[in-house]
């Protein structure tokens, strides 16, 4: 079946202007992760949804960031006013539950580059 | 809080040498430990897991034993060959956390030379 998709693989964007990532879960899977992927900081924890609770959004490291997630499928990971430190890989990945033992099936990333 | 810690690389082997990965941890619960594999131009992977102290998780040659009494999770295979030239990552996931994000080690680089 069909794996976890993100959109687009690669974006470039200028400091300062805002720019969205999607991701495509795995039908049915009702945990969704982001994390972010870089040389400095290797693979950090971004953001998690569980069903229809509340997200734990421990992980997202400044106010710029937001994610939303919707209908407990498509989730769109949101970066304002981007700086260059956010360059990075971001990875989303889904789980058929929330339940710290399930594998998590990771997407290819969004290679986010700012000028 | 929790954390994964792996040996530093890259690592260049020859192929059908032996391989050994450490990774260690600390965590505030009893996690359950994967390794994930990123091979070139492709997306992570899950390779193994174990659930609990003693287990033992094994795929396509690789083999890792949770040891909570030294709190590692090292990865091994008798045999390496060249396609399994990848990243390879370390992590947990502590159900006495908040939720079951996963905490990854910085990953190591396995070259393997025929």
């Known amino acids: 079946g069909a794996g976890v998709s993100q959109s687009p693989s690669n974006k470039v964007t200028e400091k300062g202007k805002d720019v969205e990532l999607r991701c495509d879960p795995i039908s049915g899977h009702t945990a969704l992760y982001w994390y972010r992927q870089s040389l400095g900081q290797g693979l950090e924890f971004l953001i998690y949804?569980?069903?229809?609770?509340?997200?734990?959004k421990s992980g997202l490291p400044s106010d710029r960031f937001s994610a939303e997630r919707t209908g407990g499928s498509v989730s769109t990971l949101t970066i304002q006013r981007t700086q260059q430190e956010d360059s990075a890989v971001y990875l989303c990945?889904?789980?058929?539950?929330?339940?710290?033992?399930?594998?998590?099936?990771f997407g290819p990333g969004t290679r986010l580059t700012v000028t | 809080g929790n954390s994964v810690t792996q040996m530093e690389g890259p690592v260049t082997l020859s192929e059908e040498a032996f391989l050994t990965i450490n990774c260690t941890y600390t965590?505030?619960?009893?996690?359950?430990l994967f390794w994930y594999v990123q091979y070139p131009g492709e997306g992570l992977q899950l390779l193994l897991k174990a659930t609990k102290a003693d287990d033992k998780g094994s795929n396509k040659g690789f083999e890792a034993t949770y040891r909570k009494e030294t709190t590692s999770f090292h990865l091994e295979k008798g045999s390496v060959q060249v396609s399994d030239s990848a990243v390879y990552f370390c992590?947990?996931?502590?159900?006495?956390?908040?939720?079951?994000?996963?905490?990854f080690g910085k990953g190591i680089t396995l070259s393997v030379r025929p």
């Open positions: 990945a889904s789980s058929a539950t929330g339940t710290y033992h399930y594998e998590q099936y």
């Open positions: 949804f569980q069903g229809n609770s509340a997200p734990d």
């Open positions: 965590a505030t619960g009893y996690p359950s």
């Open positions: 992590a947990l996931s502590d159900p006495a956390g908040a939720n079951s994000k996963l905490t």
